[in-house]
């Protein structure tokens, strides 16, 4: 059974910080293109960042434009945990986050979520 556990949201000043933690189980980690995406009320779920399978030193990273500069994805494959690090947070990054592994097989793209964390933004 696969599991993806966030933890390390909360409530945070604009302006703060929070290191948001993916722990995996019931996958082969380290195979899987991970990936952080969130859900504003209202609007639709987009992708956040993403980083390829492999180590830590020779995976690729991929972020959208509206957190660049300002979060980081990285992954420890020896604990099967993604973690994404967000500075200057703004209201506009209040969001559920969601964690998300993908690996496609045998032309088949399999896509797993773990139940989300909440990040809000305010003062």
């Known amino acids: 059974q696969v599991q993806l556990v966030e933890s390390g949201g909360g409530l945070v000043q604009p302006g703060g910080s929070l290191r948001l933690s993916c722990a995996a189980s019931?996958?082969?980690?380290?195979?899987?293109?991970m990936a952080w995406y969130r859900q504003a009320p209202g609007k639709e779920r987009e992708l956040v960042a993403s980083?390829?399978?492999?180590?830590?030193?020779?995976?690729?990273?991929n972020y959208a434009d509206s957190v660049k500069g300002r979060f980081s994805i990285s992954r420890d494959n020896a604990k099967n945990t993604i973690y994404l690090q967000m500075n200057t947070l703004g209201p506009e990054d209040t969001a559920v986050y969601y964690c998300?592994?993908?690996?496609?097989?045998?032309?088949?793209?399999?896509?797993?979520w773990g139940q989300g964390t909440q990040v809000t933004v305010s003062s």
């Open positions: 980083i390829t399978p492999g180590s830590s030193t020779n995976s690729y990273t």
């Open positions: 998300n592994a993908q690996k496609q097989v045998a032309g088949v793209m399999l896509a797993y």
């Open positions: 019931g996958i082969i980690f380290s195979t899987h293109v």
